[in-house]
């Protein structure tokens, strides 16, 4: 059975940084692209970040670019999301989701991947 466990959320001041860490339960976890996403309270689940099987390649929604970087570690199954300088409308909740992928690609919507985590809530006050 996957899993895909998300840690480091929690409530930070704006301006402030936090690191998120998704564990995968993934046997060959070097075989599937990663991506965050996050949602807020009455919106739809936003992309964040992807980054490749490889990690290789990676790519940030333009609401977070040059303040949130995404990462992975394929000897530890797992994928990072560092968020610097945090804003309050980056309150949410973060997933990490996983698919599958013979490439190298990048995915950036939510139907791409098949694999999704719980979820880790993350508050920025102002």
């Known amino acids: 059975q996957v899993q895909l466990v998300e840690s480091g959320g929690g409530l930070v001041q704006a301006g402030g940084s936090l690191r998120l860490s998704c564990a995968a339960s993934l046997r060959t976890f070097s075989t599937y692209a990663m991506g965050w996403f996050r949602q807020a309270p009455g919106k739809e689940r936003e992309f964040v970040a992807a980054?490749?099987?490889?990690?290789?390649?990676?790519y940030h929604a333009v609401s977070v670019k040059g303040r949130f970087t995404i990462s992975r570690d394929n000897a530890k199954n797992t994928v990072y999301l560092q968020m610097n300088s945090l804003k309050p409308e980056d309150t949410a909740a973060y997933y990490c989701?996983?698919?599958?992928?013979?490439?190298?690609?990048?995915?950036?919507?939510?139907?791409?991947?098949?694999?999704w985590g719980q979820g880790t809530q993350v508050t920025v006050s102002s």
């Open positions: 980054v490749s099987r490889r990690g290789s390649r990676t």
């Open positions: 989701a996983a698919r599958q992928d013979s490439s190298d690609s990048l995915y950036y919507t939510g139907a791409a991947y098949t694999y």
